[in-house]
């Protein structure tokens, strides 16, 4: 069966800092992966997809992941966090079937 | 512009009431999926489908009931409304492509439910 786990329920960090949420998945075959974010009383935007192309993904707002096959990672990064970053960020893994798996979220806070 | 459209945005039911959630989408999505929110647990999928006349259920269906009569609805009904259902609901819709649903989902903006 598959999973995602979220490392952290809780990122702090200051603005024009780094960015680094963590994934970990479990899936049987080569699964596609996605990073959502939700701004508070929103529902979730997708940041950026991985479905076996490249493995490092570039998505909006200059969020990137990279997928890691040995490490059963999708890691989120941002080189520069904004406060208009902080929301709830949810990794997600995509049966064949449409089901989508969540991990059960990382709230990022930006500190000036 | 809609996307996919919730209403209401916000509902409080009494235990033992039944209401509808509505859903529209205006994208020609065939995949249609319903998931609840709560605190902690990430979104948990209730019910879904795969084109209308085609409903299955997801991790969590009890007390819940889907149809799907035409590409653009999907109502979620709750039947008879327990403290338990208490959460924010959302629906997504997707493209179906070469018989795989991994395209990314469409949310709507919630719907906040509460049971008293």
Sequence with gaps: ?112 | NAGVTQTPKFQVLKTGQSMTLQCAQDMNHEYMSWYRQDPGMGLRLIHYSVGAGITDQGEVPNGYNVSRSTTEDFPLRLLSAAPSQTSVYFCASSYIAGGYSNQPQHFGDGTRLSIL
């Excluded at chain 1, 990279?66 to 049966?95: G, I, N, Q, R």
Aim: net charge neutral; glycine share 6%; aromatic share 10%.
């Design chain 1, 1 to 112: 069966a598959q999973s995602v786990t979220q490392l952290d329920s809780h990122v702090s960090v200051s603005e024009g800092t780094p960015v680094l949420l963590r994934c970990n998945y479990s899936s049987s075959y080569s699964p596609s992966l996605f990073w959502y974010v939700q701004h508070p009383n929103k529902g979730l935007q997708l940041l950026l997809k991985y479905t076996s192309a490249a493995t490092l993904v570039k998505g909006i707002n200059g969020f990137e992941a990279e997928f890691k096959k040995s490490e059963t990672s999708f890691h989120l990064t941002k080189p520069s966090a904004h406060m208009s970053d902080a929301a709830e960020y949810f990794c997600v893994v995509s049966e064949n079937t449409g089901k989508l798996i969540f991990g059960q979220g990382t709230t990022l806070q930006v500190k000036p």
